[in-house]
């Protein structure tokens, strides 16, 4: 079953799970060393992304909306220290150019300027930044199953 599931985590995110700790000395999640709790975290993400039950979408910043219709599939968030964040993982019926172009007028609205685009037929990315680089925004889409769009945001707000 696990094997027809498309878990996308960009590399970004996988970057930030791994650097984090720093210390050789680890501590024990839920009486388990962290490799297997994180694993079998993972692993229940990826129960979510079969059942996409229990997903909560109410911690979004203002600046990082769905597309009408969006369904979320995986919600994490990241408390860094010096601010608050998360990445969302969802799935649209909007076609990869329809989602751009909405993700390009919210940036717009919400002041974020573009920092990269890059793209592709199947595939593309925006990176975005307030001009105080206190709120971040980057969106990765890439060609789903039956026609619809996988969306994954990051999103990033400074505490300072």
Not at 29 to 53: D, M, R, Y
Not at 75 to 100: D, F, K, R
């Amino acid at each position: 079953m696990f094997s027809m599931i498309r878990v996308f985590v960009p590399a970004s995110v996988f970057f930030l799970m791994t650097a984090c700790g720093g210390s050789k000395e680890a501590t024990k999640v839920n009486g388990e060393e962290p490799a297997v709790a994180a694993t079998k975290s993972a692993l229940g993400a990826a129960v979510g992304v079969a059942t996409g039950l229990g997903v909560s979408t109410g911690d979004l910043p203002d600046f990082a909306e769905l597309p009408l219709g969006a369904k979320a599939i995986q919600n994490m968030v990241l408390n860094p220290e010096n601010g608050i964040g998360g990445t969302l993982t969802l799935e649209a019926s909007q076609s990869l150019a329809e989602v751009l172009k909405f993700y390009k007028d919210l940036v717009a609205k919400h002041g974020l300027k573009i920092m990269m685009e890059t793209g592709a037929e199947d595939g593309m990315i925006l990176s975005t930044q307030s001009a105080d680089q206190k709120r971040s925004l980057m969106v990765t889409l890439s060609k789903g199953e039956n026609g619809k769009t996988n969306i994954n945001i990051v999103h990033m707000r400074r505490k300072d």
